[in-house]
């Protein structure tokens, strides 16, 4: 089950060389403007909303797992409509296959031959909601996308829009009515998050938010895809000195030798450019150990199995990213 903005995405990926980047204020600025409008859908989680756009700038992906009904899908919905782009959405289903996602080829009659009809993937932001409920074989069809930035159906190879960003949110609870996410897809989620209840002063707010249509239905577009582009052009010349580098791969190879799986190079790579990030939201154009221990746990702690009867994360392989943390200092 699929849905999507009208707007059609850009398909060709201009060269960084041709961006501009925006001013590091003017960086800030965006992230505080996008932050600002999800938050009035999303109450009580600006910290959580701006570890999203995180995600984004670092040119990576996003997991959402909660339990139902704490605003995942109002998160990744809201997020979407502030940026002026594509949008589409993936109900996942277990009936779901990965030509749903990705698209087929369809036989043009009036020509004879076989045209691409391109599926919801083809956005600069997807919602894959309840990706778990899809069998290995529909996840999948996700890996090329998220990794590489384009599809291949029936050995054609499409390229996707410029941003492309997935949000995927997954039900915390139903274990036995879900498939787990294979491994080398959840290493392509930068960053996995999870919401949380809202205190009782914050639900309050909610309740009246809602009171005759929902907010999400009222928000507008505070940021292009071309203000994207420039922010993450931003974020790419940010400096990581030798050190700063050393002292990622050192956090990551603490995990390696401390679970049974540890972090993967993939993962040092997404810390880093989180790490970025960070910087620039401190109007930075250098990186300290500072942005990387912030970083951290949000981006390591999903890809660490403390050991072999654990599953992805969870406390266990929280407390190894926190011991690496504690014992790996920075030089």
Do not use: W
């Amino acid at each position: 089950m699929t849905d999507s903005h009208t707007a059609r995405p850009e398909t060709e990926r201009p060269a960084d060389s041709s961006v501009d980047p925006l001013p590091l204020p003017d960086a800030r600025a965006l992230v505080d403007a996008v932050t600002e409008n999800v938050g009035r859908v999303v109450v009580g989680k600006d910290g959580v909303i701006e570890d999203a756009l995180v995600a984004l700038l670092a040119r990576g992906h996003l997991l959402l797992e909660d339990v139902p009904g704490v605003g995942k899908t109002m998160l990744a919905r809201s997020l979407a409509a502030s940026v002026d782009g594509a949008f589409s959405r993936v109900q996942f289903t277990p009936d779901l296959l990965p030509a749903d996602v990705t698209g087929t080829s369809v036989l043009d009659e009036s020509s004879g031959g076989f045209s691409f009809q391109r599926g919801p993937v083809f956005g600069n932001v997807v919602l894959g909601d309840e990706i778990n409920r899809a069998p290995p074989k529909t996840q999948a069809a996700l890996l090329e996308a998220m990794e590489e930035g384009q599809v291949t159906v029936d050995g054609e190879t499409h390229a996707l829009p410029d941003p492309f960003f997935v949000v995927a949110t997954q039900n915390a609870v139903e274990r036995d009515r879900v498939y787990d996410l294979p491994v080398a897809e959840i290493d392509r989620f930068t960053k996995k998050l999870t919401l949380g209840y809202p205190s009782v002063e914050e639900e309050v707010d909610v309740l009246g938010r809602v009171v005759g249509h929902h907010p999400v239905e009222d928000v507008q577009p505070v940021a292009g895809v071309g203000d994207l582009r420039r922010a993450r052009e931003t974020v790419a010349r940010v400096e990581t000195s030798e050190p700063v580098r050393e002292y990622v791969t050192r956090l990551a190879d603490y995990t390696r030798e401390h679970a049974a799986l540890g972090a993967s190079p993939r993962g040092s790579i997404a810390l880093l450019r989180c790490a970025q990030v960070r910087a620039v939201l401190d109007e930075r154009d250098y990186v300290i150990p500072d942005d990387v221990k912030r970083e951290a746990p949000s981006v390591l702690t999903h890809r660490v199995r403390a050991d072999r009867t654990d599953g992805l994360g969870g406390e266990a392989a929280e407390r190894v990213v926190a011991s690496a943390l504690d014992a790996v200092p920075p030089e």
